[in-house]
């Protein structure tokens, strides 16, 4: 197997294979035949990426391509799936563009798998490493692929963790984000939590602000920050300076609510700031670890603020809301 060498050290070597895998490895481990590929990279196309799919999930699944993706689904069960995932990407493409956020046209065909069923689906996360058992879907950014199961096109629970994971694999096929940077966590799940609000899904017209929110995220905001100005602070500082926060059941549940509160507000109030902050991000050396002390000063200087005054105005955002 050959693909383009990104990064190379003693002891690391990340190289991109043609069909967007990602494979993050140790070059002493013999075990390991990826190789730098000589000459020009060229990344497989629809029509090759489809037929190697085929062959990895064989004659019980179909693979359909759409303008963006290919959708790995069971045989006959297919339907939705494939425009599903086509107009979750272009109402993301669109709601960003318009917010002055650079967005690119990807290398890779996206690829979408569509399990029969949630244990199958667990099964072969397993099969990539990924142990979440409460997962209902899941982006893999080593493979590029979204991961979900056919839940029937049911609203819910499932539907929401799609538009969640689905915004995240647009993000990193069209350099919202960088697979190969350390991008501060709250950003990348902010993003994703934006875009599990139906009317925003849906691009419903006539909808006020507070309807534009996740009314899920938004209610656990309230319940942990309303009337606790010192705690917002403290915990907005811990957000952009760190991810530990994600790390906690409990915290974890905060950490998701305060990075979508604090994505929405930046993209209701000050788009052109979000948009300059998501530059920054993409622009981080690879690989590199970003520190904590970066962290803050550039999302202050960006911001034009220090975090205080951001929690104050975060605070006021959503008590005008």
């Known amino acids: ?10 002891h690391r070597r990340l190289v991109l294979d043609r069909d967007g895998w990602l494979h993050d490895f140790d070059p002493l481990r013999v075990e390991h035949s990826l190789h730098p590929r000589e000459g020009r990279f060229q990344p497989l196309d629809a029509t090759q990426m489809r037929a190697r799919l085929a062959a990895e999930f064989g004659r019980s699944f179909e693979v359909t391509a759409t303008t963006h993706f290919l959708v790995v689904t069971p045989v006959g069960r297919g339907t939705q799936w494939p425009q599903t ?3 979750l990407h272009r109402t993301f493409t669109t709601f960003l563009a318009l917010r002055g956020v650079r967005v690119l046209e990807g290398n890779f065909p996206m690829v979408a798998i569509v399990m029969p069923d949630r244990e199958s689906m667990r099964e072969y996360l397993a099969e990539l490493g990924i142990r979440t058992p409460d997962a209902l879907g899941v982006y893999d950014q080593a493979s590029n692929r979204i991961v979900m199961y056919d839940h029937g096109g049911s609203h819910g629970g499932v539907a929401t963790t ?18 190969v940077v350390d991008t501060p966590l709250w950003v990348v799940e902010g993003l994703g939590g934006l875009f599990q ?20 995220l ?46 929405f507000y930046l993209v209701e109030a000050r788009s052109d700031v979000y948009a300059n902050l998501l530059h920054c991000y993409g622009r981080l050396p690879p ?23 951001v929690s104050h105005r975060l605070s006021r955002f959503y008590e005008r809301l």
């Open 287 to 309: 690989l590199r670890n970003y520190e904590a002390v970066s962290r803050i000063r550039d999302f202050e200087r960006i911001l034009g603020a220090d975090i205080a005054t």
């Open 1 to 10: 197997m050959e693909g383009l060498e990104l990064v190379r050290s003693s």
């Open 197 to 216: 609000a139906s009317p925003l899904v849906e691009g419903r017209p006539g909808v006020t602000r507070r309807e534009r929110c996740d009314a899920g």
């Open 162 to 179: 799609i538009c969640h994971e689905a915004a995240h694999q647009s993000a990193f096929n069209t350099g919202v984000h960088s697979r």
């Open 218 to 263: 938004l209610a656990v905001f309230e319940e942990i920050y309303a009337g606790r100005a010192d705690l917002l602070a403290r915990d907005l500082k811990s957000l952009v300076e760190e991810d530990r926060m994600f790390a906690g059941r409990e915290s974890s549940r905060a950490a998701y609510a305060l990075s979508w509160a604090l994505t």
């Open 85 to 87: 995932f086509e107009r």
